[in-house]
């Protein structure tokens, strides 16, 4: 929406025209001065874990395995060059065959939120889906991390108790 | 031709030289959050009359 928004600008005679790409969530994302209705309230951003295990489509399984166990964790986020989310590899997918390629075994395509989504929202998305975690992505698509369940439902009764 | 910049860029911009932050989104959108400082100018609504507010000599970064 922005760029053309950009474009439309320099129609109407502006020539000092600049496209924040990354937009609004990214600023969100970096807890940068905000205002408005919801400004100040809890949102993924806050609730973001950034300690992912990333890993390149063209890498054997093997080698990515090593990784994820090393750092304890059970999951590897499949990115491109610029961090682009492109799948993901957990769970017992992680112990298949160790010579096949991260393209061939990785999940496709993950659900992703924005950073800038309301805690609470994420919190009752999350229980509703019966799931743990979900990743956190730029609009531009690039990984920013992990929101658990645990870490956000924490954070919301957190702020009841102050 | 417009420039894409980035975050840090942004805050070069607004705190240099005054630049002027515009968020082209939907009312509902801006009214829950906006950065700090953004007016509000739908990108449906970009006009003359409503971007007359804007000084011409500095710049303007949409979102």
């Keep these: 929406m922005s760029p053309r928004a950009a474009a439309r600008l320099e129609t109407l005679g502006f020539t000092k025209v600049y496209d924040y790409e990354a937009g609004k969530s990214d600023w969100l994302a970096a807890s940068l001065p905000s205002a408005g209705r919801s400004a100040g309230e809890p949102s993924a951003a806050d609730a973001v874990r950034g300690d992912d295990i990333a890993c390149h489509i063209g890498e054997p399984l093997g080698d990515v395995a090593k990784r994820v166990r090393a750092a304890g964790k059970d999951t590897c986020i499949v990115v491109d060059d610029r961090h682009i989310v492109l799948g993901r590899i957990r769970g017992r997918a992680l112990n298949g065959d160790q010579k096949a390629l991260v393209e061939d075994v990785m999940q496709p395509g993950p659900s992703t939120i924005r950073p800038d989504v309301d805690l609470e929202t994420v919190v009752n998305t999350l229980r509703e889906g019966n799931v743990k975690s979900t990743l956190v992505t730029n609009q531009e698509g690039r990984l920013i991390g992990t929101v658990y369940l645990e870490d956000a439902q924490r954070k919301l009764d957190e702020r009841e108790e102050h | ?63």
Excluded: C, W
Excluded at chain 2, 1 to 7: D, L, T
Excluded at chain 2, 14 to 22: A, F, N, S
Excluded at chain 2, 27 to 34: A, C, L, Q, V
């Design chain 2, 1 to 63: 031709m417009f420039i894409p910049i980035r975050r840090d860029e942004v805050q070069r911009l607004v705190e240099d030289e005054g630049g002027q932050l515009v968020e082209v989104l939907p009312p509902p959108e801006y009214e829950s959050e906006h950065i700090e400082g953004a007016i509000n100018i739908p990108l449906k609504e970009l006009d003359h009359e409503t971007t007359s507010g804007l000084d011409k000599d500095r710049p303007v970064i949409v979102y």
